[in-house]
């Protein structure tokens, strides 16, 4: 059996600052080869967490980490100096929320992609060029030679993404993180990098944890969805399975939230309440407070996910399959 890609096992994320946030509480998770991953849940659920844990970019001071992570054979909590720069980017990318805060101003879009492939690598100042502008147009950027030598304030919000996507992809990374890439951006726009990350991916065969609190993006680049509450895993199936037969309560309601032209003139089937504090999370349950058909069982204990079929669910009153229910 192949050993995944990336394994992170028990993974729990503390921040102790004047109160002690528990951000990520035993999360496990496994990704093969080429797989890609949506990780989907309101704000404040984990996601943004997860990734930026993978590349151990948390301050160490006021940063609590316990559990394991693996990737491709690195032990990543154990990486110091040279070893991590050159996992970061070079096994492990990230395209940011927001990408004109991730590039730095006074430099072109060219010579900060030029500089990251030479700092991974022994390649002479020409051929790094040249192979950053090759990016460029790889992500389709219009007059990319043009663009090589733009300020990032010069383009427009979708043509950042790209060139994001173009950093990141710059020293061919086994593993992307994309932390909603698109969120910044109007719709059309959205469609276009989604349909472009997922080209890509095809392409080079990289994996993909892809953060999103929106279904329909998940949907159209993931093979599964893991679904993240109150800084745990509490839903993991593919994506057919997650949207035909969500089990938890949680993922239940995420998709009745999910508005569509055919719910044109009705009234949006929200949420009720809201997330958990993490500083003081409830016992058992964190969903509970929240969740039409909680026990006492539910308050009192935090349910295992267990998996059946591939499908795994947290929860102590699932929903049914409609087979299983019939």
């Known amino acids: ?20 946030a528990s951000a990520l509480n ?15 849940g309101e704000s404040g659920s984990g996601k943004s967490v997860t990734l930026r844990t993978l590349l151990r970019l948390h301050p160490e001071r006021s940063t609590k980490i316990q559990g394991k992570i693996e990737v491709d054979g690195h032990d990543v909590l154990a990486l110091k100096g040279r070893a991590l720069d050159l996992y970061r980017g070079g096994t492990v990318s990230m395209v940011f929320q927001e990408p004109g805060l991730a590039f730095d101003p006074v430099y072109t879009i060219g010579q900060q992609i030029t500089e990251a492939i030479r ?9 790094a060029r040249a192979q950053a502008l090759h990016m460029l147009e790889r992500v389709q950027i219009p007059q990319a030679r043009r663009r090589f030598d733009a300020y990032p304030h010069e383009l427009s919000g979708g043509m950042r ?11 061919q990374p086994k593993l992307l993180l994309a ?13 276009q990098v989604l349909l472009l990350l997922r080209e890509l991916q095809r392409e080079t065969g990289m994996s993909v944890i892809f953060v999103t609190h929106d279904i329909g993006a998940a949907v159209e680049v993931a093979d599964r969805i893991a679904v993240m509450y109150a800084g745990r895993i509490v839903e993991q199936a593919t994506v ?19 508005v569509g032209a055919e719910h044109r003139g009705q009234p949006l089937q929200a949420v009720p309440g809201a997330p958990p504090d993490l500083a003081a999370l409830p016992p058992g349950c964190s969903f509970a407070p929240r969740c039409a058909h909680a026990s006492e069982r539910c308050r009192r204990e935090v349910p295992p996910l267990e998996s059946k079929g591939g499908h795994a669910v947290a929860c102590w009153h699932p929903a049914q399959p409609v087979a299983e229910a019939a």
């Open 240 to 258: 057919g399975d997650i949207v035909r037969t969500p089990r938890h309560p949680y993922t239940v309601g995420l998709l009745a939230a999910t």
């Open 179 to 191: 932390d909603e890439p698109t969120t910044a951006l109007d719709a059309t726009v959205q469609i």
């Open 26 to 40: 035993a999360v496990n998770i496994e990704l093969g080869a080429g797989e890609v991953l949506g990780l989907l």
């Open 1 to 20: 059996m192949t050993a995944p890609l990336v394994s992170l096992q028990n993974l729990s994320v503390q921040f102790c600052g004047n109160r002690k």
């Open 161 to 171: 993404q790209r060139a994001m996507i173009a950093l990141a992809l710059a020293c």
């Open 119 to 127: 700092a991974h690598g022994a390649v002479g100042e020409a051929a």
